[in-house]
């Protein structure tokens, strides 16, 4: 399993602690720092954005997440087609990577929402 730092500004320091869901519910954007080793296959990023999206999560497929690799092994080629994301429920995002020499890495995770979603809170 990788490894998951949280670096939102919902404690002003880097934590493995994802928000809880009144920390998250005053966040439109949350980031996380994933290190995967070659022989991981999936990160569970956790938002807690349960609340704010309800049930009709899936629907929407909110939160919007994007990646950008920062520091990767040899094998950096076509690295973003290689990932999968699933969300089963509304409180986290799975992100998900084959095995394979060269395809673990850090990677940034950012996990945003419409500022429409803030009037919920």
């Given at each position: ?6 670096l ?14 009144p920390?998250?519910?005053q966040?439109?954007t ?67 990577k ?24």
């Amino acid at each position: 399993m990788a490894t998951i730092t949280y670096l939102s500004k919902f404690t002003n320091t880097n934590t493995s602690t994802a928000p809880t869901a009144p920390q998250a519910s005053q966040l439109t954007t949350q980031v996380a720092q994933v290190f995967f080793l070659d022989t991981d296959t999936q990160a569970i990023i956790v938002h807690n954005w349960g609340v704010l999206l309800g049930p009709s999560f899936a629907t929407f497929q909110w939160p919007l997440c994007s990646v950008i690799k920062i520091l990767g092994a040899a094998a950096d080629f076509s690295w973003a087609t290689n990932f999968t994301w699933g969300l089963t429920n509304s409180n986290q995002v799975y992100l998900n990577k084959p095995v394979g020499t060269g395809t673990g890495g850090t990677y940034i995770v950012y996990m945003q929402l419409p500022i429409s979603y803030m009037a919920k809170a």
